[in-house]
């Protein structure tokens, strides 16, 4: 990133509406897709100082800032945007913290095509504002100036909080209640804080550096984090209840669902979670880990969501030579961000379209050796409104390959659960919780994941920040209730 | 951090550590497990909580060295410290609480017998421990059990106690009188021969499975076994099962995944010792089906 002294207003007159409307919207630099095809690194490079500020320019500072709705958080889009342009880095990023706790994590993996960007002023003739590309510069921006940030040290209140699970909902949760006064412990299950951040999404598209600068502030701030406790084995929910004034479920849903088809378990078929963690947690992709994980030339991954993208993106970096995402449904019906699979496709990842797996076939030595499929095509609209695929008769063939990855969605989890019978959940295990995010037990709440099902990092820190908002207010402080964000339905699977 | 306070080596390659773990020492049960990694960049390891001293907050841990991971942890000496432990997982065993109970273990999987072993005898049940090893050398925790009951030894060799399988001591047992329940751990042809020899007799059966394991909780599947043709997970649901239920071919199979993998990571280990050998190692690895590799590129 080039450091240039910003520009003042005495260089730079403002510019008028159609002079703004003139600017073309900035393209991301990439690493070129031919060689990141092969490496780690993340893809997107990251905007100057004078790009990002001329891309700032373009938006038009709406009256009513449509922006500000799309994003489930109301992040005050507007407000950073000016502060931004007008050079003062500062300020803007005092602005968008104060709305977002982990924005060099949003502005990398939020959708933005269907939340913020989707419904900005300028999308509706030619291109939105890059609000995704702004943010990330912002956030960055503040990770590197942490000195220039505005810290206020808040009075300790005596009151105990204990946070299960350290992905995106867990981290904002206590981030926001430190800032309150109040002592937080988060458990988590494995050995290092970050859930999904860290354990899922890959180094090429959300650099781990990145998530633990993030969990090293939070450390900074007071939080304890007590990795290796699994809520439901080394402490039940009860006993954290009785130790703590009030309990945060954030834990995920991290159970992976297979496709229940012949030859599962066959080697070289894992599920996304475990190809993903074995890679991306155990740092198999690097030379030095100790943790295998299978190369295999031709990789067939089911599903058409991130996890999906992420996990055949990731099978290409491993050398595989045919990549290939298997899924039920068109292109258009991909759940994955535009800017994934904008990505797979540059990266020559195959895309087998309208097709649903059938069976694993395997060689005599108990390899995979092939996906065998079967044609689908649209047929009635489901509960969601979609045309529910349905099997052509006949139309089955085979992908041949010697690894699948599963990626068709996650379920809850009953560890933690099963140890705690008052704990209301839905007849899928869904936690369940009332308006003001608290569950059936007095002063337990819960967010993420655990209550809607696989959703986004972004719900997941919105239901961490109204969580924090609510436990404070049960604990007797001021804290107002954040923004509501509305808790739909648990998403069906990829 | 999780400081060894204690080492002593059971047989050539199996090697007993006593690690300070106080909330697991307190709460662990039999049969249930923990899952290890050494330090930064180390793997995951589940290792069965052999012993535990609540008062001095300390687990035993028992330990076969059979690949670079393992030969890493073996290594530690007292006053080392093992960063992560995690547990205790996996379901505890399922006790009965009268009568008679044979336990089997073969090799290593007589550490994971033992606290079986030690509370059946404590609950009253009647024990009989079958052990077995290559060798003399090779038999472990025989002094241990033997506070749980009568212990049986058998050597392939023959250089030790009976000569001959475990499965023909139990043979033995089986034929001489009722037994309740049967506990068998060891290595998988092991376990699948001791099931199919108490099947015709009809004795409950309880296998421990060692599958391979990455988070222990239950969210990556690769743990998964199959038991009456369903897929459960041996982190959760496990490790034990009803021996006469799983298939043990699959299981078998399934362990066999990174064979190649641990091969050369044994190798680049030993080179670490032996320059040498670190010449070969430029040599890539085979490239028929997957390649187990850190990376192959
Ligand atoms: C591969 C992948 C890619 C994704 N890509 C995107 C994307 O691009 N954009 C987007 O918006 N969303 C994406 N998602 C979804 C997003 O990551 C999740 O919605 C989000 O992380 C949920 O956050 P959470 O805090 O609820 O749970 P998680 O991030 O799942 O964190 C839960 C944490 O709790 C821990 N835990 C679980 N059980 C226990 C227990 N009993 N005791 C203690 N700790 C426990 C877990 O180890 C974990 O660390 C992706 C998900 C995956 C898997
Ligand atoms: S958090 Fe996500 S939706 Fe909200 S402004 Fe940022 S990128 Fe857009
Ligand atoms: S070890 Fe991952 S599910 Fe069992």
Known sequence: MTEE??????????????????????????????????????????????????????????????????????????????????????????????????????????????????????????????????????????????????????????????????????????????????????????????????????????????????VDRLVADGVRIEPNSIIGKTYTLPELRTRFDAVFLAVGAGLPVFMDVPGENLKGVYSANEYLTRVNLMGAWNPGSETPVLHGQRVAVVGGGNVAMDSVRTARRLGADEAMIVYRRGRDELPARAEEVHHAEQEGIRFDLQVAPVEVLGDEKGWVRALRCIRMEPGEPDASGRARPVPIPGSEFEIPCEMVVVAIGTRSNPLLTATAPDLRVSDRGYIEIDETGM???????????????????????????????????????EAPAAADVTVEAASEPA | ????????????????????????????????????????????????????????????????????????????????????????????TDLIDQGRAVCVGGGVGTAVVYPIAEELHRRGVSVTSVIGGRSRE??????????????????????????????????????????????????????????????????????????????????????????DGQSRYACVDGPEFDAHAVDFASLADRLTTYRSFEQEALARHEACLIPALADRLGDPPPTTGPVAGSAAR
């Not at chain 1, 995106?168 to 458990?187: D, M, N």
């Not at chain 1, 655990?450 to 908002?469: P, S, Y």
């Not at chain 2, 391979?212 to 076994?225: L, N, P, Q």
Request: hydrophobic fraction near 45%; charged fraction near 25%.
């Open chain 1, 5 to 214: 002294r910003p520009p003042t207003d005495e260089d730079r007159p403002a510019l008028t509406q159609k002079e703004r409307m003139a600017i073309d919207r900035v393209a991301m630099p990439e690493q070129d897709a031919a060689i990141r095809a092969v490496n780690f690194r993340e893809v997107n490079l990251g905007l100057t100082r004078q790009i990002a500020m001329l891309e700032a320019e373009r938006c038009l500072q709406c009256p009513k800032p449509y922006c500000i709705g799309g994003c489930p958080v109301s992040v005050n889009i507007p407000r950073f945007l000016k502060l931004l342009r007008e050079g003062d880095l500062p300020a803007a990023a005092d602005s968008l913290l104060d709305d977002n706790a982990l924005p060099c994590v949003t502005g990398r993996v939020c959708p933005q095509e269907s939340q913020c960007e989707g419904v900005c002023l300028r999308a509706k003739k030619g291109n939105a504002v890059a609000i995704g590309h702004l943010e990330r510069f912002v956030a960055d921006w503040a990770q590197a100036h942490p000195d220039e940030l505005i810290h206020l040290k808040p009075k300790p209140t005596g009151r105990t909080i204990a946070i299960v699970g350290s992905g995106p909902a867990g981290l904002t949760a206590a981030g926001e209640l430190v800032k309150l006064g109040h002592a937080v412990t988060i458990f988590e299950a494995f050995h290092a804080a970050g859930g999904v951040l860290v354990y899922g999404i890959p180094e090429f598209r959300l650099p781990k550096d990145i998530v633990q600068a993030e």
């Open chain 1, 439 to 477: 569950t059936s037990i007095d002063g337990v709440f819960a967010g993420g994941d655990i209550v809607r099902g696989a959703a986004t990092v972004i719900l997941a820190m919105g239901d961490g920040k109204r969580a924090a908002a609510a436990i404070d207010r049960y604990l007797g402080g």
């Open chain 2, 1 to 92: 951090m999780h400081p060894i306070v204690a080492r002593d080596q059971l047989s050539p390659n199996v090697t007993r550590l006593v690690v300070e773990a106080p909330r697991i020492a307190e709460i662990r049960r039999p049969g249930q497990f923990v899952i290890v990694r050494l330090g930064e960049g180390a793997e995951r390891i589940p290792l069965t909580i052999a012993d535990a001293d609540p008062a001095a907050g300390t687990i035993s841990l028992i330990i076969q060295s059979v690949g670079a991971s393992t030969m890493d942890l073996v290594a530690l000496q007292p006053g080392d410290a093992i960063r992560d432990v995690a547990g205790p997982l996996g379901r505890p």
């Open chain 2, 138 to 227: 090779w038999v472990i925790l025989e002094d241990e059990l033997r506070t749980a009951g009568e212990v049986v030894v058998c050597t392939d060799d023959g250089s030790y106690g009976r000569h001959g399988f475990v499965t023909e001591a139990l043979r033995d047992l089986c034929d001489a009188g009722p037994i309740d329940e049967v506990f068998a751990v060891g290595p998988v042809p092991m376990m699948r021969a001791v099931a199919e020899l108490t099947r015709p007799y009809g004795i409950r059966t309880t296998a421990s499975l060692n599958a391979i394991m990455v988070d222990g909780t239950g969210m990556c599947g690769g743990c998964r076994v199959s038991i």
